[in-house]
């Protein structure tokens, strides 16, 4: 309820993306509502409240760009500059065939090209990443690396609670809005508890 309740007040139907290039403004403004961002991207901060964090990645799928949304168990942050990533690995698991399948995808800067890694492991218990398989196991057409040339930021967005991380003040991800209440949270939970068993009686 607490994150549902913060993700209705920062972003909820009288929000508007714009931009100032009208040209540029006219793109967005067709990416966004084909893929109806509006209802997702509420949807999904109410996920960066409670994990700490969310990335909003684009995709290309029918030669038209979608924009996936991934949450913070899913992304791991392997470069940074102060308080902002410039590198990540997005984990994402599937189950095919009684085995689970770990696909990771790298986005990196190397020797000034942007680079896109694609790499699929394969486990029978499910508990470890496994063994590294050929994309093609369950990927059709997925290329194991892609280079770009004049990338100068990262190709996905990374978005977080404005809280400091007195967790890990090293570190730039963000925290959940209940971090550090879990203990207050858990009284409440439990007094609420006993205040509807007295009700029952």
């Not at 189950?95 to 689970?100: A, E, I, L, R, Y």
């Amino acid at each position: 309820m607490v994150s549902q309740e913060l993700a209705t007040l920062i972003f909820n139907e009288r929000c508007r993306v714009s931009v100032s290039d009208d040209t540029l403004n006219e793109f967005i403004q067709d990416v966004i509502d084909r893929d109806g961002f509006n209802g997702n991207f509420q949807q999904y901060l109410e996920f960066m409240f409670a994990y700490g964090g969310l990335v909003i990645k684009p995709f290309i799928e029918n030669n038209e760009i979608k924009l996936q949304y991934v949450t913070a168990d899913s992304f791991l942050p392997v470069g940074w500059t102060n308080s902002r990533i410039t590198e990540g690995v997005f984990v994402a698991e599937i189950v095919k065939g009684g085995k689970t399948y770990t696909h990771l995808e790298w986005h990196t800067f190397e020797n000034d090209l942007y680079s896109i890694k694609n790499e699929l492991f394969e486990s029978v218990t499910g508990v470890d990443l496994g063994t590294k398989v050929p994309l093609n196991t369950i990927f059709d057409n997925l290329e194991p690396l892609v280079l770009m040339q004049n990338v100068k930021a990262p190709l996905f967005a990374y978005f977080k609670p404005n809280l400091a991380n007195n967790f890990d003040s090293t570190n730039p991800l963000g925290v959940s809005v209940f971090a550090n209440s879990v203990d207050t949270l858990h009284t409440i939970d439990l007094q609420f508890d006993s205040l509807q068993r007295e009700f029952r009686l």
